[in-house]
């Protein structure tokens, strides 16, 4: 046998074996009812002071349905076959880390909880409903005032971004 034989043979082996061994790519499981092609998102209820959070959320899990799923995502609730309705239990920012000098806060972290049920429309069955989901973002703030930037924007659309990948992976795969 010649050594390109002997490195076919063995490139060979390794493909069946990786292809045999039972190891697939995690995330791709769709264990949503076929009948379901539509999905709309409405605006979330909140209890927060955070109004902001009520329209980003659907928006970015809307994106993540579009990007990740066979669904397509209507606005119009009364056409979609399944519908996905949260609520905002929790908007909060609270410091984590203070500057010893000036006492002031130098790291916030962003908590988010939310309540979210995914239903069949047409008879109203839960999908899929899940209470209580936290999700955390934490950030820096400057100790200086003159250097001071809000970061909680863009941390809350940090946030809002982890949540919809994490709720459209748990509605497809069922968890």
Same mark, same amino acid.
């Given at each position: 046998?010649?050594r390109?034989e002997a490195?076919?043979?063995?490139g060979g082996?390794?493909?069946?074996?990786?292809f045999?061994c039972?190891?697939?790519?995690g995330g791709?499981?769709?264990l949503?009812?076929?009948?379901i092609?539509?999905?709309?998102i409405?605006?979330?209820v909140?209890?927060?002071?955070?109004?902001?959070?009520v329209?980003?959320l659907?928006?970015?899990i #809307? =994106?993540?349905?579009?990007?990740r799923?066979?669904f397509r &995502?209507?606005n !119009?609730p009364? %056409?979609a076959?399944?519908?996905?309705?949260?609520s905002?239990n929790a908007a909060?920012v609270?410091p984590?880390?203070y500057?010893?000098?000036? #006492? =002031?806060a130098?790291s916030?972290q962003v908590v988010?909880? &939310?309540?979210? !049920?995914?239903? %069949?429309r047409?008879t109203g069955k839960a999908?899929?409903?899940?209470?209580?989901?936290?999700?955390r973002?934490n950030?820096?703030?400057?100790?200086?005032p003159?250097?001071?930037?809000?970061e909680?924007?863009p941390a809350?659309?940090?946030v809002s971004?982890?949540?919809?990948?994490d709720?459209?992976s748990?509605?497809?795969e069922?968890?």
């Open positions: 046998m010649t390109r490195w076919a043979v063995l082996s390794a493909v069946a074996a990786l045999s039972g190891y697939h790519v791709k499981a769709d949503v009812p076929k009948s092609q539509t999905v709309a409405p605006a979330f909140s209890s927060s002071v955070r109004y902001r959070l329209d980003v659907p928006q970015q #809307g =994106r993540e349905f579009i990007a799923t066979r &995502v209507l !119009n009364n %056409e076959d399944a519908v996905l309705n949260g905002i909060q609270n984590t880390i500057d010893p000098t000036s #006492g =002031r130098t916030v988010v909880i &939310v309540t979210i !049920n995914f239903v %069949e047409a999908l899929y409903s899940r209470s209580g989901m936290a999700f973002q950030y820096s703030i400057a100790v200086d003159h250097q001071f930037f809000d909680s924007g809350f659309d940090r971004r982890d949540l919809a990948r709720i459209v748990a509605i497809v069922n968890f």
